[in-house]
């Protein structure tokens, strides 16, 4: 066990960052790598390659999760597991998720070259699809290999162009059977993750390092809205049945919902909207939002959720509209392991790096993970608190240190008892 955790190499691993993120489908410095994309593929065979030329042993299931490990002395014990996911959002930066991957990697390294050795072995998850982008549902590798998805929806998934993930996958060469994706239980020790905040709470209090106690759990609603269409001109207003002025006051008490749950970690937005038929000379008929609901205590969130749903009845009856909702996803919240956070915590402290203890209010591929094995979440700073966005910038001494911390936390972890 080394004393320190070992230094990063910085240099390599900010040029590392940056010649991913010319594996895009946009013009850099927008970077853009949906699942399974040209670009997706691509990317993955790049850190796929750095892997190998590190000696570890790289496999990869029929979800398109990549696994790249370094063997301990105790092949057979549970390993600890580290990652985060390389897939981009449309106009997004080179940061999220890439940290977590090839930050771990440039841990291992630094493990490697200190004459570190093992006994638990370490694994990087390099996860399938944690953006949304093509299926409308985050972080899909992971929640398979929790378990936490039924294969029958996976299946039925269609992109925008009517693939199924199955033709998708099929492309990438992986045609095996789904069934064999979900880990086994006692397959990991620990998982923990590198990751920008996605906030700006590290900047603002001039901190290099957050530990995360608690991952705000997600929810999604699909909500229609039918009403009543007709001329712009001839329909007098008395008499009319709008579905989009239904959706604009149904949006201010999902709002409403939020703020009035008793916990200031609910939030709500109302993000996608489809007015049909989205004309100016027409009273819409029809409306389609999306909602996302998230909070780290499942009963404030329940309780925004009720709130907009006793609203949504409420705007129907007064309206003359029918409002009907589709639950997306429901998810929990997860907590962070206190073992696991003490140990990052006290790494930290060991190279005199400050760091808090914190809330993700963005949900990761950790969140699923939690339900595998015992699992935290290892927070550096980020400009403003910019993510998605071409923008997004962490500082290479940040990413460095975070790094650092990963490595000592893995190491630790390798050599817990068996």
């Known amino acids: 066990m080394p004393s320190t955790p070992p230094e990063i190499n910085s240099p390599l691993l900010q040029k590392r960052i940056d010649e991913l993120s010319l594996i895009t489908e946009a013009e850099p410095p927008v970077v853009t790598r949906v699942l399974f994309s040209d670009s997706d593929l691509r990317g993955r065979q790049f850190v796929r390659n750095l892997c190998e030329e590190a000696g570890l ?67 990087i998850v390099v996860f399938t699809a944690e953006e949304p982008t093509r299926f409308g549902i985050g972080c899909l590798g992971s929640r398979m290999l929790a378990a936490s998805i039924p294969l029958g929806k996976v299946r039925g998934l269609r992109d925008p162009d009517g693939l199924t993930f199955d033709e998708l996958r099929a492309r990438a060469g992986l045609r095996g059977a789904l069934e064999s994706v979900a880990l086994p239980k006692g397959f990991y020790s620990a998982f923990i993750e590198l990751h920008i905040e996605q906030g700006p709470l590290l900047e603002q209090e001039n901190l290099p390092i957050g530990i995360v106690q608690a991952i705000a759990g997600p929810s999604a609603y699909r909500v229609r809205i039918k009403g009543e269409g007709g001329h712009a001109g001839a329909v007098l207003m008395p008499g009319r ?27 709500a937005t ?106 935290t979440m290892i927070f550096i700073p980020c400009f403003k608190g910019y993510s998605h966005r071409p923008e997004e910038y962490s500082d290479p001494a940040h990413v460095a240190q975070g790094a650092r911390v990963l490595a000592g936390t893995l190491a630790r972890l390798s050599h817990q008892p068996l």
Not at 291 to 304: F, G, K, M
């Open 57 to 123: 042993a790289v496999r990869v299931d029929e979800a398109g999760n990549m696994f790249a490990r370094w063997e301990g002395s105790a092949p057979d014990a549970p390993a600890v597991a580290t990652g985060s996911h390389i897939d981009a959002i449309p106009n997004a930066g080179k940061f999220d998720g890439v940290v977590g991957v090839l930050g771990a990697l440039s841990a291992i390294e630094a493990l490697q070259e200190s004459g570190f050795r093992p006994m638990r072995s370490i694994e």
């Open 241 to 267: 049945h709008d579905a989009s002025l239904a959706a604009a006051e149904f949006a201010l008490a999902v709002e409403k919902g939020a703020l009035a749950s008793g916990s200031p970690d609910t939030v």
């Open 270 to 375: 109302t993000g996608k909207w489809e007015i049909f038929p989205n004309a100016i000379n027409s009273v819409p008929c029809d409306a389609v939002l999306e909602i996302d609901l998230r909070d780290t205590c499942l009963e404030t969130r329940e309780r925004a959720l009720m709130l907009a749903r006793e609203a949504s009845v409420e705007i129907a009856a007064r309206r003359g509209v029918t409002i009907t909702w589709d639950e997306i996803n429901a998810d929990p919240p997860a907590d962070g392991d206190p073992r696991t956070i003490e140990i990052a915590e006290d790494v930290a402290l060991q190279i005199d790096l400050a760091s808090r203890r914190m809330v993700s209010r963005a949900y990761h591929d950790s969140l699923f993970m939690a339900r595998v094995c015992p699992t």
